[in-house]
């Protein structure tokens, strides 16, 4: 059974960090690109970055650029989400999801998906 854990969220202020956890099993993590999503109550669900299998690649959303980054650790099946200097903004339920489609993936494309973090940002 493939599981994928958050942890690491929390009730932060504005201009201070977290760094989220998903831990993976019931597949071979170092076949999956992981990315990470997040969604606020009413709205769609938006892309925040995403790591290649092997790490040597990452991508962002414009908005979190320079500011949160992603990283993953193959030898404990987990990916991580560095998030500094949060802005209320970044108010959401961050969720972990895995996929085997490379390129180019749409979220549709992610197999696998955690239960998700709330990360609450205050001003």
């Known amino acids: 059974q493939v599981q994928l854990v958050e942890s690491g969220g929390g009730l932060v202020q504005a201009g201070g960090s977290l760094r989220l956890s998903c831990v993976v099993s019931?597949?071979?993590?170092?076949?999956?690109?992981m990315a990470w999503f997040r969604q606020t109550p009413g709205k769609e669900r938006d892309f925040v970055a995403a790591?290649?299998?092997?790490?040597?690649?990452?991508y962002y959303q414009d908005s979190v650029k320079a500011r949160f980054t992603a990283s993953r650790d193959n030898a404990k099946s987990t990916v991580y989400l560095q998030m500094n200097g949060l802005r209320p903004e970044d108010t959401a339920v961050y969720y972990c999801?895995?996929?085997?489609?490379?390129?180019?993936?749409?979220?549709?494309?992610?197999?696998?998906w955690g239960q998700g973090t709330q990360v609450t940002v205050s001003s």
């Open positions: 999801a895995a996929t085997t489609t490379r390129g180019w993936p749409t979220e549709s494309d992610y197999q696998y």
């Open positions: 790591i290649i299998w092997n790490s040597k690649r990452t």
């Open positions: 019931g597949l071979t993590f170092s076949d999956y690109d």
